[in-house]
């Protein structure tokens, strides 16, 4: 049974409020966490609405990015594409290529993995970065996350992509 590896660099991470899936996971036996990794290339991270954080399918673009690796068994692998909304068109999960910045972990012995990665769906990612004055984030910390809601208090009666679309056509 192949496991897989993710990077995460927003709500996954340790003191994020969808970590607590990951610590889930991690005690289930299911998955664990491998170090700090930053993408070996560059990627814009960006905020998109309800200061979720979005990274960008663009190459070359933005900035190197910095989050975490979680090596996940094929159950938790199928857990957290649902979370990320993978099937109905939120995020998309595709291969990245990660350099070790910190590990905790001394079987760590790669300094450059592939892994893969959740990217805002390619149907609304140029937009995002458009509205975010092609700008992007190193890293989705506290500062960048004030302002999070999580997905229990955003307005039941819309979807995710609702969101996307009345983020995107506001002015702000």
Request: charged share 25%.
């Amino acid at each position: 049974m192949e496991w897989t590896k993710i990077f995460t660099y927003g709500t996954l991470k340790k003191g994020f409020s969808n970590h607590k899936l990951m610590i889930e996971l991690i005690n289930a036996g299911e998955a664990r966490y491998l170090g700090t990794y930053q993408t070996e290339d560059r990627f814009p991270l960006v905020c998109g609405p309800y200061r979720v954080p979005f990274l960008l399918n663009f190459p070359g673009r933005g900035r190197a990015v910095v989050g975490e690796i979680y090596e996940i068994s094929p159950t938790s692998l199928t857990r957290i594409d649902e979370l990320e909304g993978v099937s109905r068109g939120h995020y998309q999960r595709l291969p990245i290529r990660v350099t070790l910045v910190n590990s905790l972990d001394l079987d760590v012995d790669v300094d450059v993995i592939d892994a893969e990665a959740y990217f805002a769906h390619s149907s609304y990612a140029d937009e995002l970065w458009k509205k975010a004055g092609e700008v992007g984030y190193v890293v989705y910390s506290e500062n960048e996350a004030k302002g999070y809601v999580s997905r229990n208090d955003r307005p039941p009666h819309l979807t995710f992509l609702d969101h996307i679309s009345i983020f995107l056509s506001s002015s702000s």
